[in-house]
């Protein structure tokens, strides 16, 4: 018997309302991902792909449906359990890049980490922002992306894709179970992006699960063990043929 889901979208929706119009930017989308699946979305600007990681990151609430991550919904505690599982064991990788301006890169990375300490060990704590064990990792995963040599850069000093690899860095600071990234590599150049793809392949093999919207079909389906989703008009359907 199939194990339970590590991830399970159960029948979600998502309707918005523009002037009077009521439209499903997400509509019944029913989707399991077992732990350490890579899962590519794809589909049209505007089919909901963005909508849909949003709900199952608990930055929108679903109208129908709900999320159900390792057995529990939960984006339906408190918000300091909400918050500490967004935290703690998802990472997010935005459409647009959203580094604040006036940390350095390695800054930037660190941030989720202060968070998800809690303020107990807050930002002194040894995964904090003034930690050792914290930083040395946020040098790594930059190193890692690539950005070895602009630990100590403004994003204002970053071109736009070197901004894009510090936040895709800073998803996997608190070694998060799950990574949701919303076209990662859309602004990278071909090599750039395949080298961000054998990180994410690293992560991957290691055990994190990923789901990740793109429109580079073709790299991504080349992703070990990646199963491919269409998304049309809000509803999500498994791309079962092979190239
Ligand atoms: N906050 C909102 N209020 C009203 N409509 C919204 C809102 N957010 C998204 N939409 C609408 O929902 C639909 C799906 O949007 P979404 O951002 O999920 O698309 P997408 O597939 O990510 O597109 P893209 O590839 O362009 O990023 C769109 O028609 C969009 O206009
Ligand atoms: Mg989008």
């Not at 029913?30 to 699946?37: I, T």
Request: contains cysteine; neutral net charge.
């Amino acid at each position: 018997m199939e194990s339970k889901p590590f991830l399970h979208c159960r029948q979600l929706s998502k309707r918005y309302t523009v002037e009077q119009q009521t439209f499903k930017a997400v509509a019944q989308v029913e989707l399991q991902v077992q732990a350490g699946e890579f899962i590519t979305i794809l589909g049209h600007s505007g089919s909901g792909k963005t909508t849909l990681l949003s709900l199952i990151g608990g930055l929108t609430s679903a109208d129908q449906g709900e999320v159900v991550l390792s057995g529990v919904n939960p984006w339906q505690g408190n918000d300091r359990e909400i918050s500490a599982i967004r935290n703690r064991q998802i990472g997010f990788i935005f459409q647009f890049a959203s580094l604040i301006s006036t940390l350095t890169a390695l800054e930037n990375v660190l941030l989720p980490l202060s968070f998800a300490c809690g303020s107990s060990e807050g930002l002194a704590g040894n995964q904090g922002l003034g930690g050792g064990q914290g930083r040395q990792k946020a040098i790594q995963l930059l190193e890692q992306v690539g950005l070895g040599d602009k630990l100590r850069c403004y994003p204002g000093q970053l071109s736009g894709g070197q901004q894009r690899r510090v936040a895709i860095a800073r998803a996997f600071i608190t070694e998060p179970r799950l990574i949701l990234a919303d076209e990662p590599t859309g602004d990278l150049d071909e090599a750039t992006e395949a080298e961000i793809l054998a990180f994410f392949r690293t992560k991957n093999q290691e055990g994190t699960t990923f789901v990740v919207v793109t429109h580079n079909r073709e790299l991504y389906r080349s992703q070990p063990g990646a199963r491919v989703f269409q998304m049309k008009n809000g509803a999500l359907a498994e791309e079962l043929e092979p190239r």
